[in-house]
């Protein structure tokens, strides 16, 4: 595991993509994407984290550290854009992956680990939950700009 470097972006992308969601909403020819990496790496509480096997990326996550006043002044982390690259799915990348983002939440003293998985994916609720998470709360998304309620982008 190691933080993501602009180099890495058009993997991480290729992982986006490789996705049977994200292939809706992701178009890797954007130049958004340089924009957005660069504020995550200028974010101090964001991180892009890829797994490797050697020189290949294998995986990738999101983490941002959410400060708060509930639970007592508690920060969060939240993970988001998790993938694992198919070929290489149901090999424990994706535990590995998990178990670093929650080290790093305990490191940043974040007393609660969170994460959004679309209901459409009932593999990685399954996945989540062995991990020790739970669907305690109902999630809701109001879509701002660029995709219609399906998730499909519109241009």
């Not at 994706?94 to 929650?102: D, F, Q, R, S, Y």
Request: proline share 3%.
């Amino acid at each position: 595991m190691r933080e993501a470097v602009k180099a890495d972006l058009a993997a991480i992308l290729a992982l986006l993509v490789d996705d049977d969601l994200g292939k809706l909403r992701e178009d890797p020819a954007d130049p958004v994407y340089l924009e957005a990496f660069a504020a995550i790496r200028h974010d101090p509480n964001q991180r892009f984290i890829v797994a490797t096997i050697g020189d290949r990326i294998a995986g990738c996550f999101q983490l941002t550290f959410i400060p708060g006043l509930s639970r007592r002044g508690s920060w969060r982390a939240q993970i988001e854009s998790v993938r694992v690259e198919r070929p290489l799915q149901g090999q424990g990348i994706g535990k590995k992956m998990m178990l670093h983002a929650i080290e790093i939440a305990r490191e940043r003293g974040c007393g609660l680990v969170q994460l959004t998985s679309d209901r459409r994916r009932k593999e990685a609720h399954r996945f989540y939950e062995s991990l020790g998470f739970a669907a305690t709360h109902e999630g809701m998304k109001l879509r701002l700009v660029g995709e219609d309620a399906s998730g499909e982008v519109k241009r």
